[in-house]
Nanobody
Framework: QLQLVESGGGLVQPGGSLRLSCAAS????????IGWFRQAPGKEREGVAC????????YYADSVKGRFTISRDNAKNTLSLQMNSLKPEDTAVYYC????????????????WGQGTQVTVSS
């Protein structure tokens, strides 16, 4: 059973950066499409970024394209999300998630997800 634990959230000023990490146990991340989604109060869940299982292709929501970078370290069994040029609208709980396909990670209910880490962008 794959287990995911996020870390790295916090409070940052607009324009700042944060790096989120996701540590996996119980299975190898390379066997999954793995990514991030976020949930803000009063808003629908939004798929943020994903790396595919098959060829490592990356996918980003339009709202974060050019600002966020997703990466996976198979040797350490970890996933990261580098977030630059943060905006107040990026404020949300960020969840690491895994499924067979990125379309599932980003658009529907993933097979696995962690407990989330809070990101707050505010001056």
């Amino acid at each position: 059973q794959l287990q995911l634990v996020e870390s790295g959230g916090g409070l940052v000023q607009p324009g700042g950066s944060l790096r989120l990490s996701c540590a996996a146990s119980g299975a190898a991340l390379e066997n999954y499409a793995i990514g991030w989604f976020r949930q803000a109060p009063g808003k629908e869940r939004e798929g943020v970024a994903c790396i595919s299982r098959k060829d490592g292709s990356t996918y980003y929501a339009d709202s974060v394209k050019g600002r966020f970078t997703i990466s996976r370290d198979n040797a350490k069994n970890t996933l990261s999300l580098q977030m630059n040029s943060l905006k107040p609208e990026d404020t949300a709980v960020y969840y690491c998630a895994a499924a067979y396909l990125c379309v599932v990670v980003l658009s529907t209910t993933p097979d696995y997800w962690g407990q989330g880490t809070q990101v707050t962008v505010s001056s």
